[in-house]
C-alpha cells in the first residue's frame, strides 16, 4: 500500500459535520502526522483541489463536492434505470449492463443477469478501454472528436465510431470475450447528452435473426425508456 496516500487520506477523513476546519497543528495531531509531513500533504491535496487552506486553518475543497456529485448521480442512474433492466433481461434472457464514462475508461456500474445456465463473467466496476466492445464504443461515438482522437489507437477506427453515431446503437462481436455479441443504445438526460449506454450481451448464437431484431427492439424501448425518466426530452435527429 502507498503510505501517502493513507497519510493523505487520514486527513480528509478528519474533516467531519462538526469538524469543517482545523489548523496545522490540530491535523498533524490527530493524524499522529510530524508537522512538516502534514504540511507537506495538505500542499498536495490544496493543489489538486481536495483541500483549501485560508488564515492558517484548512477545510475540505470543491473537488470532492465534484466527485461526490458524480458519485450521487451515478447513484441516482443505478437506481432508476435497474427496475427496467431487469424487466428487459426477463424479456430478451440476455446480460443486461449499465456503462459509464470514467475519464479514457468505460466502467460497468450495474449488471442484471439472464437466466441462461451459461453467463457471461462481467462484474460490476469493470472498467474497459472506449474503443473495445458496443458499451464502451457507443460512448466513444459521443465524444467531441478531438477527445475521440486523443483514445483511439488506430485512426482506421474513426469511420466506425462515426457510423455507430449515425446509426443510433453499437454492436460488437467478439472483442471483449471469445464468442460473444454486445449490443448498445444510448441513454440520455434531461440535457440532450449521452451518460450511459444499455448494453445486453450474451453468446453470439443468440443474437441472430428475428431474436436478434426482438434484443434490437427491446434494448432501444428500455434505453428510452430510462432517458425520458431523467428527462430527456426526445429531440429530431436523434434514433
Not at 501517502?4 to 462538526?18: G, H, M, P, R, T
Not at 443505478?78 to 430478451?92: C, D, E, G, H, V
Amino acid at each position: 500500500m502507498n503510505q501517502s496516500v493513507i497519510k493523505a487520506l487520514k486527513i480528509l477523513n478528519l474533516f467531519s459535520e462538526e469538524t469543517q476546519e482545523l489548523t496545522l497543528k490540530e491535523i498533524a495531531t490527530q493524524s499522529n502526522l510530524p508537522k512538516p509531513t502534514a504540511y507537506r500533504l495538505l500542499q498536495s491535496l490544496e493543489e489538486m483541489g481536495y483541500i483549501i487552506g485560508h488564515d492558517g486553518r484548512y477545510s475540505l475543497g470543491l473537488k470532492l463536492l465534484e466527485l461526490g456529485h458524480l458519485v450521487s448521480h451515478q447513484l441516482d442512474l443505478r437506481q432508476l434505470a435497474k427496475p427496467l433492466m431487469t424487466n428487459l433481461a426477463q424479456s430478451i434472457n440476455e446480460a443486461v449492463h449499465l456503462v459509464v464514462l470514467h475519464g479514457d475508461h468505460a466502467t460497468y456500474i450495474e449488471k442484471v443477469e439472464s437466466r441462461r445456465a451459461l453467463r457471461l463473467y462481467t462484474k460490476v466496476g469493470k472498467s474497459a478501454p472506449l474503443y473495445k466492445g458496443s458499451g464502451p464504443k457507443l460512448l466513444l461515438a459521443h465524444l467531441p472528436q478531438t477527445e475521440q482522437m486523443r483514445v483511439l489507437p488506430d485512426e482506421s477506427l474513426i469511420e466506425e465510431v462515426e457510423q455507430i453515431r449515425q446509426q443510433g446503437y453499437a454492436m460488437s462481436v467478439g472483442e471483449q470475450d471469445l464468442d460473444t455479441t454486445g449490443l448498445s443504445y444510448p441513454i440520455y438526460n434531461h440535457s440532450g447528452n449521452v451518460v450511459a449506454a444499455l448494453t445486453v450481451s450474451g453468446l453470439s448464437s443468440h443474437f441472430e435473426g428475428d431474436h436478434l431484431t426482438f434484443i434490437k427492439v427491446e434494448t432501444k424501448k428500455t434505453a428510452d425508456e430510462i432517458s425520458r425518466c431523467l428527462g430527456y426530452a426526445k429531440k429530431e435527429g436523434h434514433s
